[in-house]
């Protein structure tokens, strides 16, 4: 289902087949009519849950909070990626990132590449917290990205930086080194195909970035996050989402 030796080796693997296409067609259906919970608008920057009650919005893209009855997600897709969870944490306990759940609804514009590790590996608001130098070796969490759509490089598909997962950053210059990890990353990312009824699943220290869509399509796909228990903890402490 998903190779395991991949994702060793480069920090991200795409999954075989594992969802049924017209299950996945019908919630890309639902997810089309769920109202924003935040995103970027084209013309005007951020965009919160307080103003998408405006109706001439201009989306660039948006987030929205994921369905917590849809059965398809709660007994087909969270078992199956729960199942991998159990897999690549071995003997560590590990929980979702509730705060982490949506489904990304990406619409024609060019994105800036934005290269960047996911939590709980970089904290933006708080850089000088660096859990993977004084936890326990191994994955803190593992990121799946489930299409709606078919993802490809036309459309946005998430560009990877292989290999970038076997290093420990010092991200308390982050911000200093932005433009440097930009360079970086457009010289040395991949861009794979996602089908419809597969899945991504990338190490959180994966160098990786959304890349344009360059499509008249809506781009939709489920995001979920399992993080190890004592990262989990970390960020209870330190009061981090």
């Given at each position: 289902?998903?190779?395991?030796?991949?994702?060793?080796?480069?920090?991200?693997?795409?999954?075989?087949?594992?969802?049924?296409?017209?299950?996945?067609?019908?919630?890309?259906?639902?997810?089309?009519?769920?109202?924003?919970?935040?995103?970027?608008?084209?013309?005007?920057?951020?965009?919160?849950?307080?103003?998408?009650?405006?109706?001439?919005?201009?989306?660039?893209?948006?987030?929205?909070?994921?369905?917590?009855?849809?059965?398809?997600?709660?007994?087909?897709?969270?078992?199956?990626?729960?199942?991998?969870?159990?897999?690549?944490?071995?003997?560590?306990?590990?929980?979702?990132?509730?705060?982490?759940?949506?489904?990304?609804?990406?619409?024609?514009?060019?994105?800036?590449?934005?290269?960047?590790?996911?939590?709980?590996?970089?904290?933006?608001?708080?850089?000088?917290?660096?859990?993977?130098?004084?936890?326990?070796?191994?994955?803190?969490?593992?990121?799946?990205?489930?299409?709606l759509?078919?993802?490809?490089?036309?459309?946005?598909?998430?560009?990877?930086?292989?290999?970038?997962?076997?290093?420990?950053?010092?991200?308390?210059?982050?911000?200093?080194?932005?433009?440097?990890?930009k360079?970086?990353?457009?010289?040395?990312f991949?861009?794979?195909?996602?089908?419809?009824?597969?899945?991504?699943?990338?190490?959180?220290?994966?160098?990786?970035?959304?890349?344009?869509n360059?499509?008249?399509?809506?781009?939709?796909?489920?995001?979920?996050?399992?993080?190890?228990?004592?990262?989990?903890?970390?960020?209870?402490?330190?009061?981090?989402?």
């Open positions: 289902m998903l190779n395991k030796v991949h994702l060793d080796r480069d920090g991200f693997a795409i999954s075989d087949k594992v969802f049924s296409e017209d299950d996945i067609t019908s919630l890309d259906k639902l997810a089309s009519n769920l109202k924003p919970f935040i995103g970027m608008c084209k013309r005007r920057g951020w965009v919160d849950n307080k103003d998408v009650h405006l109706t001439d919005i201009d989306w660039a893209y948006y987030w929205s909070e994921t369905p917590h009855d849809n059965l398809f997600i709660n007994d087909t897709i969270i078992p199956v990626l729960s199942n991998i969870c159990d897999l690549l944490f071995e003997d560590h306990s590990w929980d979702w990132q509730l705060t982490n759940r949506y489904i990304i609804s990406n619409y024609n514009h060019e994105y800036p590449v934005y290269p960047h590790l996911d939590a709980p590996y970089l904290w933006p608001q708080k850089l000088e917290v660096q859990m993977a130098k004084y936890l326990p070796k191994g994955p803190l969490s593992v990121t799946f990205m489930i299409p759509i078919e993802f490809t490089p036309e459309n946005g598909a998430t560009g990877f930086v292989p290999g970038t997962h076997k290093y420990i950053y010092d991200t308390s210059d982050w911000n200093q080194v932005s433009e440097h990890r360079t970086f990353f457009n010289d040395n991949v861009q794979p195909s996602v089908p419809l009824g597969s899945f991504s699943c990338f190490y959180g220290n994966c160098m990786h970035s959304v890349m344009s360059r499509t008249n399509s809506v781009r939709r796909g489920l995001i979920f996050r399992g993080i190890r228990e004592d990262a989990l903890k970390e960020m209870s402490k330190f009061g981090l989402g």
